[in-house]
């Protein structure tokens, strides 16, 4: 039985290899988990999580002490009931919650930084597997994921298709776009641009904060709808009757923005934002399943790598996306959707309507609620 | 006659009152004209430029070498035909080409750098007021600009009505909205957290080009369209034939965006960049020519700002917007020809289809010629 709400560690027991042809020796990682594992280990949920995401998903964070990202979704008689699942959410390889990444001590006790080998999705999900393996649990019940940890989500259908029935995908692409690609790039960009950086040997010293907090501003931009963010902020002031005529955060949009840059470079490393949105760009589940020549079109491509689930022989998909989410648009979620078509697997999938863009999977939504709830049953 | 293709410099006889209150004295306003002013000088037609524009509008750019902004537009034969127009082209205040801007010498013969006015749009149009003055032009036969360049004309045929025949707006809005606002709030923020800013005192020393770089990249990405920058690049990798696992610019959107930010750095100074956008986010027509009380919707309240053109009595007035820009999308337009509706003002509007967002008015596009030439007839 998991303990309930405290962070647990597994430490892999063999080395972990990665696509770019190197291992990872001794790689751990921090997991939570909630609810009871049944006899037969055959209620496990797996919740994959996004890019600044962490397995914190129904407990309290321990650095910001805010409740978990996802507690309106998981708990006791929510839509990801714990009463029923035993639901596991590990942080991935390359963050910084507990998982090995750049901020962990390499072999000579030194931080790795700019050693530490560029990771891919696929190398974030064989970490997950090989957690899974310890846990002596085969079969997930679920996986499920939004945003990247959609990514993880389909990355481990097309790896390992026989270790989850069900794949839950939401607000999420099989594919880094260009404009992912460049917004993603102008972060790590800021970063890298910070003199605190020091080519990522900052660790000891001052980190490189001003640089994260504006990769975190340019990214927090593309997770909110235009409609949200005029709904939320329009051209209000803060806390004053008239524009200053200054730099100060006159507008309250510029004051959000601030306060979730800074806020976020208290619990986040900035060296493992680098590497995360690089495995992130590098996400091309089509390029990485494509076959020598017969393959013309991107949805025959995309097909490949669903082969392990053909003719409803693996495991039910469902898709959600939001239809003001800008940053992985359902467009994306169809494209998905007609490779899983195209081989026959199992898969509904719906756009819903939400004001708040890419963030909507994260926020108050009784449709939602229902989809999840469905798709569990 | 004007000099066909050298930079003119107009000292303004008088110092320039600003909104925030304080005047410039001194103000030098830096230009570009194309074509013969006729004798009864009715052939004028002012360009504005957009955020990062300058003057050289048809005519080499002195830093970069390159060939003017808008070639493709401007000259003997083309839609704007400087065969028949005398084409004027000023650089606006607070910019780096010429005019006076916070790289400027103040009258302590230091520049100014952040002791430069906080200036607004249409402390921009004053300056281009007082060259007009200068000029003995009365009457111009249209104003013209896109962008920032379509605030500067929106806010000449608000403020003052009688000095333009026709206005030509294209790719532009009479607000900046809440996403506006907090793209180029990342652009400050990144100049500001730049070690080499120095609080805008980097005059004499190295200068923030990292933190100017990020800036302009990220704005870049807000001048395409999504599905340009998929057109354009794709996921296609520069110069290798697979991933580098490293960080690298392995895509070509990566190479791409440095490319522009880099270029960038070397003819604009970030002083001026803080100063522009902030006038940009400051823009909002109707809270300007906000009346108490009456006005309850969006519409009313922008609608004053063009009582000088009630009844068909003042301007012509052309709107065009692209199906792509997502930055000033096709809803703002729609909102300014609204706001012309309702005072009785002759408006004509197209949205023009092109795949390049935002950025489509500088690009070759046939139908914006026509349309231009059919307008300027």
Same mark, same amino acid.
């Given at each position: 039985?998991?303990?309930?709400?405290?962070?647990?560690?597994?430490?892999?027991?063999? &080395?972990?290899?990665?696509? *770019?042809?190197?291992?990872?020796?001794?790689?751990?990682?921090?997991?939570?988990?909630?609810?009871?594992?049944?006899?037969?280990?055959?209620?496990?949920? =797996?919740?994959?999580?996004?890019?600044?995401?962490?397995?914190?998903? $129904?407990?309290?964070?321990?650095?910001? +002490?805010?409740?978990?990202?996802?507690?309106?979704?998981v708990g006791p008689?929510?839509?990801?009931?714990?009463d029923r699942f035993?639901?596991?959410?590990?942080?991935?390889?390359?963050?910084?919650?507990?998982?090995?990444?750049?901020?962990? =001590?390499?072999?000579?006790?030194?931080?790795? $930084?700019?050693?530490? &080998?560029?990771?891919?999705? /696929?190398?974030?999900?064989? @970490?997950?597997?090989?957690?899974?393996?310890?846990?002596?649990?085969?079969?997930?019940?679920?996986?499920?994921?939004?945003?990247?940890?959609?990514?993880?989500?389909?990355?481990?259908? #097309?790896?390992?298709?026989?270790?989850?029935?069900?794949?839950?995908?939401?607000?999420?692409?099989? %594919?880094?776009?260009?404009?992912?690609?460049?917004?993603?790039?102008? +972060?790590?960009?800021?970063?890298?641009?910070?003199?605190?950086? =020091?080519?990522?040997?900052?660790? @000891?010293?001052?980190? &490189?904060?001003?640089?994260?907090?504006?990769?975190?501003?340019?990214?927090?931009?593309?997770?909110?709808?235009?409609?949200?963010?005029?709904?939320?902020?329009?051209?209000?002031?803060?806390?004053?009757?008239?524009?200053?005529? +200054?730099?100060?955060?006159?507008?309250?949009?510029?004051?959000?923005l601030r306060y979730? @840059?800074?806020?976020?470079?208290? %619990?986040?490393?900035?060296?493992?934002?680098?590497?995360?949105? /690089? #495995?992130?760009?590098?996400?091309?589940?089509?390029?990485?399943? $494509?076959?020598? @020549? *017969?393959?013309?079109?991107?949805?025959?491509?995309?097909?490949?790598?669903?082969?392990?689930?053909?003719?409803?022989?693996?495991?039910?998909?469902?898709?959600?996306?939001?239809?003001?989410?800008?940053?992985?648009?359902?467009?994306?979620? /169809?494209?998905?959707?007609?490779?899983? *078509?195209?081989?026959?697997?199992?898969?509904?999938?719906?756009?819903?309507?939400?004001?708040?863009?890419?963030?909507?999977?994260?926020?108050?939504?009784?449709?939602?609620?229902?989809?999840?709830?469905?798709?569990?049953?």
């Amino acid at each position: 039985m998991a303990n309930a709400y405290a962070s647990q560690s597994f430490t892999l027991p063999a &080395p972990l290899s990665l696509d *770019n042809g190197e291992t990872l020796a001794s790689a751990q990682i921090a997991y939570e988990t909630y609810g009871e594992l049944n006899d037969e280990k055959s209620n496990a949920i =797996l919740i994959c999580h996004a890019l600044t995401g962490d397995q914190y998903v $129904a407990s309290d964070h321990p650095i910001t +002490g805010k409740p978990g990202w996802w507690v309106r979704m998981v708990g006791p008689g929510k839509p990801i009931d714990t009463d029923r699942f035993h639901v596991i959410s590990a942080n991935v390889i390359g963050s910084c919650m507990g998982s090995t990444g750049p901020a962990s =001590l390499a072999g000579d006790g030194k931080p790795y $930084a700019m050693r530490f &080998p560029v990771i891919t999705i /696929r190398d974030m999900v064989r @970490g997950l597997i090989a957690l899974l393996d310890g846990l002596g649990i085969d079969q997930l019940h679920t996986v499920v994921g939004g945003s990247m940890g959609g990514m993880q989500a389909l990355s481990l259908a #097309a790896n390992f298709p026989t270790r989850a029935a069900r794949v839950l995908v939401l607000a999420s692409t099989a %594919r880094h776009s260009a404009q992912n690609i460049a917004f993603h790039e102008v +972060g790590r960009q800021a970063i890298m641009a910070d003199a605190n950086w =020091l080519e990522g040997d900052y660790y @000891g010293g001052d980190v &490189p904060a001003s640089g994260l907090s504006v990769a975190r501003m340019a990214a927090h931009i593309t997770y909110l709808s235009e409609e949200g963010l005029t709904d939320k902020f329009g051209r209000r002031l803060q806390d004053r009757d008239s524009k200053s005529f +200054g730099f100060d955060a006159d507008f309250q949009v510029e004051s959000y923005l601030r306060y979730q @840059g800074t806020g976020f470079t208290q %619990r986040f490393d900035a060296n493992s934002y680098l590497y995360i949105t /690089r #495995a992130m760009d590098y996400f091309d589940l089509a390029e990485e399943f $494509a076959q020598s @020549g *017969n393959d013309t079109t991107e949805a025959a491509k995309l097909a490949n790598a669903f082969a392990g689930h053909a003719r409803g022989e693996g495991a039910r998909f469902c898709l959600v996306s939001f239809d003001t989410d800008w940053l992985y648009p359902t467009a994306e979620s /169809r494209h998905i959707v007609h490779a899983l *078509n195209a081989v026959g697997a199992p898969v509904s999938f719906v756009e819903l309507s939400a004001p708040y863009g890419h963030d909507s999977f994260l926020l108050d939504l009784p449709a939602l609620d229902r989809v999840v709830e469905g798709f569990l049953k």
